[in-house]
């Protein structure tokens, strides 16, 4: 099975500062670092490192060309990403001493995404593939559509969640979510954690979903099953690429057939090496780490 990940392609500009910027407020940044980002890019490196036979459609700017060799030197096939005459998509992003982050994002490049475009990839893969996205391009509601018509399986991390998401996507037709605790509220309109998964999965029965609740863990549910994993204590230095890091092991190890506990595992491991280093995408361990790292990190029980 080949994973097709229809995803954004940034350039990561992170400021290193005391507190968050508040209303008003002028800081100043003690370093400034450039990064490759982006959670398509992000999750396209997890995957490929995990093992996946990954391609990555996108497009990038006429300052985004380095993105293209990051990928391909990180075993992404890149044979589908094209460049445009504006400016790639970027963002700002800032990380306090805790490695805590927040982030601002301007989709550039990322937004030039075609129907016409859409189609030209999409005729290169079939009902054995998948087509993982993210919300930070354009076109994801044809994208899906097309897939669906061509009976390709459908991952979707729907982030950044939105209200024109919500309004228009056709959420039916995914088949694995990865959602964090503010998707699940918005995607199943509860506020009571402990009743989103139960909501979600009453309204889109034939999909599973992969919900991770930070320091609690993450659990997996889908009609039939459910399982849960812990985390594992690390020093935290930067969380950007967490999530996409679990995202793309979680999903390599999904589409080689591997067991569901199996994925949590891994997929938890490598987003604790990962958030233990700077960075987005470099921060991403290599499947080989994550194997030996497994049996030597301090484990934590799952937390409901």
């Known amino acids: 099975m080949s994973i097709l990940n229809f995803g954004s392609l940034n350039i990561d500009h992170v400021y290193h500062v005391d507190h968050f910027v508040r209303p008003g407020e002028t800081i100043s940044a003690g370093r400034l670092e450039y990064f490759s980002g982006g959670k398509g890019l992000n999750q396209s490196i997890a995957l490929a490192k995990a093992g996946a036979d990954v391609y990555h459609a996108g ?12 990928l391909a030197n990180d075993g992404v096939h890149t044979d589908y990403i094209e460049m445009t005459n504006g400016v790639n998509g970027h963002a700002l ?103 989103i998964l139960d909501s979600l999965i009453k309204m889109y029965p034939n999909s599973a979903f992969v919900f991770t609740l930070g320091h609690n863990g993450v659990i997996y549910k889908d009609k039939n099953d459910t399982f849960t ?63 030996e790292a497994k049996s030597t990190l301090e484990y934590v029980e799952f937390q409901k």
């Not at 067991?259 to 997929?267: F, N, W």
Request: aromatic residues 8%; proline residues 5%.
């Open 59 to 70: 497009k990038i700017g006429t300052d985004g060309k380095k993105l293209e060799e990051i």
């Open 93 to 195: 992003i800032q990380v306090v001493p805790s490695g805590q982050n927040n982030i601002i994002i301007y989709g550039g490049s990322n937004h030039e995404i075609t129907e016409t475009y859409v189609d030209q990839v999409l005729e290169n893969f079939g009902e054995d593939d998948l087509v993982l996205m993210q919300n930070e391009i354009s076109c994801i509601n044809y994208i899906a559509r097309q897939c669906a018509k061509r009976k390709i399986k459908i991952a979707l991390n729907p982030s950044p969640i939105s209200k024109e998401l919500l309004d228009t996507f056709p959420f039916e037709l995914v088949s694995l979510f990865f959602i964090n605790e503010i998707e699940g509220r918005e995607l199943s309109k509860t506020e009571n954690t402990d009743e």
């Open 229 to 291: 994993h812990g985390i594992y204590n690390v020093k935290v230095v930067d969380t950007t690429a967490a999530g996409d890091t679990f995202t793309g092991y979680f999903l390599a190890c999904y589409a080689a057939g591997e067991p569901i506990p199996d994925c949590l595992l891994k997929a938890s491991v490598a987003s604790s090496l990962a958030v233990s280093k700077p960075g987005a995408s470099p921060s991403i361990p290599l499947m080989e780490e994550v194997l």
